[in-house]
């Protein structure tokens, strides 16, 4: 499975941004994520998806972003809302294909990433 990320861009704090993640290649039975990373820090867990729509958020994340799956267009978006300066960073997707019985928050358990997008919130 290959991914394309996009939607990133330059916006205010308080803006929303949606995040597309286009998919080629099967997805049946599997979960997608996104993570980020702000510079100098470590790339963080932001929410995942499973085939039939259920969903995880990062509990600091989860009254802002919303995860949602088209199956039909292989594709998963990130709408962020009341974006802050502390959500600047490169956001990710990826797939994880292991169809496990619980979502997995952990980069290295990602078997394929998107290249990713840039997101920057500032006044």
């Known amino acids: 499975v290959q991914l394309q990320a996009s939607g990133g861009g330059d916006v205010q704090p308080g803006d929303s941004l949606r995040l597309s993640c286009v998919a080629s290649?099967?997805?049946?039975?599997?979960?997608i994520a996104w993570f980020r990373q702000a510079p100098g820090k470590e790339r963080e867990f932001v929410a995942v998806i499973s085939w039939r729509g259920s969903k995880y958020y990062r509990s600091s994340l989860k009254d802002r972003f919303i995860i949602s799956r088209d199956n039909a267009k292989n594709t998963v978006y990130l709408q962020m809302n009341s974006l802050k300066p502390e959500d600047t960073a490169v956001y990710y997707c990826?797939?994880?294909?292991?169809?496990?019985?619980?979502?997995?928050?952990?980069?290295?358990?990602?078997?394929?990433w998107g290249q990713g997008t840039l997101v920057t919130v500032s006044s």
């Open positions: 990826a797939v994880d294909s292991s169809d496990s019985p619980t979502f997995r928050t952990t980069p290295r358990d990602y078997d394929s």
């Open positions: 290649g099967r997805t049946d039975n599997t979960d």
